[in-house]
């Protein structure tokens, strides 16, 4: 089965700096990849997402990267906010399955 | 647009007894999906219907959970008995395509 995995489980950033959260997965014949942002007592939010026929995509203030040869995946936030404090999750889904796999999340936390 | 709402918030209960949470998704999603998110965890997909039919449900704990979706719109997930390890929360997500849309969970108590 799918298995996804980020790095590390706590990144502590100041405000305004960059942030890099990183996730591994394991399935290469994975579609779609996403972020979510879960803030506490909430569900999760959706970020952004790629398809595995890209290698990035950007938004507001966030970029994701994908690294399909070593099965990486990344979000950058520029200009972090103390409104950036949650934990992040990447998740995985199949194509046409929609089935998504979750990792275990990283919590980010921004230092005024 | 009115989000994913689900209900109640909290829940204690006592180890055996039951327990039904109700799901209501965003308007016009054919797709809605429970999930539970044990402390500490990302969230683990227990059940995904499209419409009223069950897509997977190959993590549904089938002996004690059980979950519908009648007339293809609002749904019910039920625990019977519960266990302490079924603390946690329980999330349900609708999608129209590929991005899904949660709701704010219910968190279960298990005593």
């Known amino acids: 089965g799918e298995s996804v995995g980020l790095h590390l489980p706590t990144l502590s950033v100041q405000e305004g700096d960059n942030s890099i959260i990183n996730c591994a997965y394991s399935?290469?014949?994975?579609?779609?990849f996403i972020w979510y942002k879960q803030e506490s007592g909430k569900g999760p939010q959706f970020i952004i997402d790629i398809r595995s026929n890209m290698d990035k995509r950007q938004g507001q203030r966030v970029t994701v990267l994908l690294n399909k040869t070593v099965k990486h995946l990344s979000l950058q936030i520029a200009a972090t906010q103390p409104g950036d404090s949650a934990v992040y999750f990447c998740?995985?889904?199949?194509?046409?399955?929609?089935?998504?796999?979750f990792g275990t999340g990283t919590k980010l936390q921004v230092i005024p | 647009e009115a989000g994913v709402a689900q209900s109640p918030r909290y829940k204690i209960i006592e180890k055996r007894q039951s327990v039904a949470f109700w799901c209501n998704p965003i308007s016009g999603h054919a797709t809605l999906y429970w999930y539970q998110q044990i402390l500490g965890q990302g969230p683990k997909l227990l059940i995904q219907?499209?419409?009223?039919?069950?897509?997977?449900d190959s993590q549904l704990p089938k002996d004690r959970f059980s979950a519908e979706r009648l007339k293809g719109v609002d749904s019910t997930l039920k625990i019977q008995p519960a266990k302490l390890e079924d603390s946690a929360v329980y999330l349900c997500a609708s999608s129209p395509g590929h991005t899904q849309y949660f709701g704010p969970g219910t968190r279960l108590t298990v005593l």
């Open positions: 399935n290469s014949a994975s579609d779609y």
């Open positions: 219907f499209q419409n009223n039919g069950v897509v997977d």
């Open positions: 998740a995985v889904q199949n194509a046409g399955y929609q089935k998504v796999t």
